[in-house]
């Protein structure tokens, strides 16, 4: 069973043009939830991370939502760049399984300049 | 400042044939992950090691699966009597400590025909 559901599978933005992907959770015990960014051979890179203590947290370009109630967290690129062409998942952990990630199925992102 | 290398990078092997894929952590850090991403999927937890303890294996899919990390630093996935369902990216990844941020390796692709 998926224990984080990432939506959508694929998605296309314009250059300049805001990315968002959402993800949503079940368990309630989920008290990290970080974003990675991976490139075509490459390993998963962290991007970004927050904890439910806080509702949102922005780094750049990139913004993460967190809805403690409705189990649900978002990644928003504001004003996307080929660059960000990449396959991303957000991912969730819980204190009691040592750092384990339970990672969502991916979104592939493609921006067209 | 190496990170996480991963060797070899790729793998062909004749189903029944026992592999063994190798994990370079970065140097010092504690914990060492091993995930399994198949195609067009996200990384799916193996097991994990603090040191050279192995704290969690409830990931690894059947008994022909074994990891170990002798003196707490490299560790090797070993596959044995390999099947066509094995072929999938092992991905390696390493942390300062429990609940760190993890840090991934570039994989290794395993195909087995």
């Known amino acids: 069973q998926q224990q984080v559901k990432q939506s959508p599978q694929s998605l296309i933005v314009q250059k300049g043009g805001i990315s968002i992907i959402n993800c949503a959770y079940e368990?309630?015990?989920?008290?990290?939830f970080p974003w990675y960014q991976q490139f075509p051979g490459k390993g998963p890179a962290l991007l970004i991370a927050?904890?439910?203590?806080?509702s949102e947290k922005k780094e750049g370009r990139f913004t993460i939502s967190f809805n403690k109630s409705a189990k649900q967290f978002s990644l928003h690129i504001m004003d996307s760049q080929p660059g960000d062409s990449a396959t991303y998942f957000c991912?969730?952990?819980?204190?009691?399984?040592?750092?384990?990630?339970?990672f969502g199925r991916g979104t592939q992102l493609t921006v067209w300049p | 400042g190496a990170g996480v290398s991963q060797s070899p990078r790729y793998k062909v092997a004749k189903r029944g044939q026992d592999v063994a894929l190798r994990c370079d952590p970065i140097?010092?850090?504690?914990?060492l992950f091993w995930y399994q991403q198949a195609l067009g999927q996200g990384p799916e937890f193996l097991t994990y090691?603090?040191?050279?303890?192995?704290?969690?294996k409830s990931g690894l899919p059947s008994d022909r699966f074994f990891a170990e990390r002798p003196e707490g630093s490299v560790s090797t996935l070993k596959i044995q009597r390999t099947q066509q369902e094995d072929s999938a990216v092992y991905l390696c990844?390493?942390?300062?400590?429990?609940?760190?941020?993890?840090?991934f390796g570039p994989g290794t692709r395993l195909t087995v025909l």
């Open positions: 990844a390493s942390s300062l400590d429990q609940g760190d941020e993890q840090f």
């Open positions: 368990n309630t015990a989920f008290d990290y």
């Open positions: 927050i904890r439910p203590d806080v």
């Open positions: 991912a969730a952990s819980k204190g009691s399984t040592l750092g384990r990630l339970y």
């Open positions: 140097s010092g850090h504690v914990s």
């Open positions: 090691f603090q040191n050279e303890a192995q704290l969690d």
